[in-house]
């Protein structure tokens, strides 16, 4: 059966189409093609996504994107059997489209459509790799909004064992950037820069490092990142915003990597999944790696293009849920509503 799924909860339009075995069938379902559309050239003159702007730049792309995806995969509308949409947590206007399309066009088609969990969707990301992960593991899920550290038994069985207590990861990196003046999202700007910087150069805090659970605190890095950029005054040299970058990025980095494996060893598993934008950064990469080979743990990461907002990760997260015969599908012709601050894990 092939599931064509929408993403539009924040800046990025997403379209893609799985192919999913019959419920009991063996094998994992296949990506056929998938369409992305990113707006962040249209929000960074503004620094940041502008709710309104995203909306009315989804409502331009997801028809011509999923017009793209059709093509490429060689598949008639008709074709389609279930239609998927991240029904939340994100922009409410901008859920409000994908959802709005999803379900007018399973109405056309009279096919029912499937509300997708975003960070669901990002959980399940790395089963798109070649290299996919087996249940359980431990979930390190670093997104723009969210830093959350899970046990991941299966589809839908999620315990959260930590998460931040104020700003996620990705905020981190995003408030620290504006402040070296770099643009929005400012995460892999600010990765770039630190490639040039020396990270023990400032001395920044790593907030609950040694708290003994797996929980975050990133809003004090970010007011020590605004009292050294001050301390520099009006013209810092290239080299100290290098430096700066880099002690940031080695500050949210060893937080993440301690807690990730303080979550391993809490839970005795031997199998860590990154997920979300941030799980794009190299030193992440580079870091958890090497602390994960040490203790015989396998780390199974996204492909790089998938680690930020895309179709691919809600068609494929209905895909898993269909499988198993656990999604609820809503009939078509019903209504709909968006879940703008949707929590994991509630029903
Ligand atoms: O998962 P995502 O696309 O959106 C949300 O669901 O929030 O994550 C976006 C976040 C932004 O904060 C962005 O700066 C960060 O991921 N990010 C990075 C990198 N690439 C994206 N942060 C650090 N290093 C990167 N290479
Ligand atoms: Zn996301």
Known sequence: MKVLGFESSCDETGVALVDVPEPGAQGVPTLLAQALHSQISMHQAYGGVVPELASRDHIRRVLPLTREVLAAAGVELADIGVIAYTQGPGLAGALLVGAGVAVSLAAALGKPTLGVHHLEGHLLSPFLSVDAPEFPFVALLVSGGHT????????????????????????AFDKSAKLLGLPYPGGPHLARL????????????RPLLHSGKPDFSFAGLKTAVLTQVKKLGEGPSDQQRADL????????????????????????????????????????????????????????????????????????AAAMRLQRGMATLQPQGGGFEVRPRWALGSP
């Open 148 to 171: 959350q550290l899970m046990r991941v038994d299966d589809v839908g069985q999620y315990e959260i064992l930590g998460e931040t207590i104020d700003d996620a990861a990705g905020e």
């Open 194 to 205: 630190a490639e040039q910087g020396d990270p023990a150069a400032f001395a920044l805090p």
């Open 245 to 316: 970058a880099a002690s940031t990025q080695a500050a949210i980095v060893e937080v993440l990597v301690k807690k990730s494996l303080l979550a391993l060893k809490n839970t005795g598993l031997k199998r860590l999944v990154v997920a979300g934008g941030v799980g794009a950064n190299s030193l992440l990469r580079q870091q958890l790696n090497t602390a994960c080979a040490k203790r015989g743990v396998r780390v199974h990461y996204p492909e790089l293009s998938l680690c930020t907002d895309n179709g691919a990760m809600i068609a494929m």
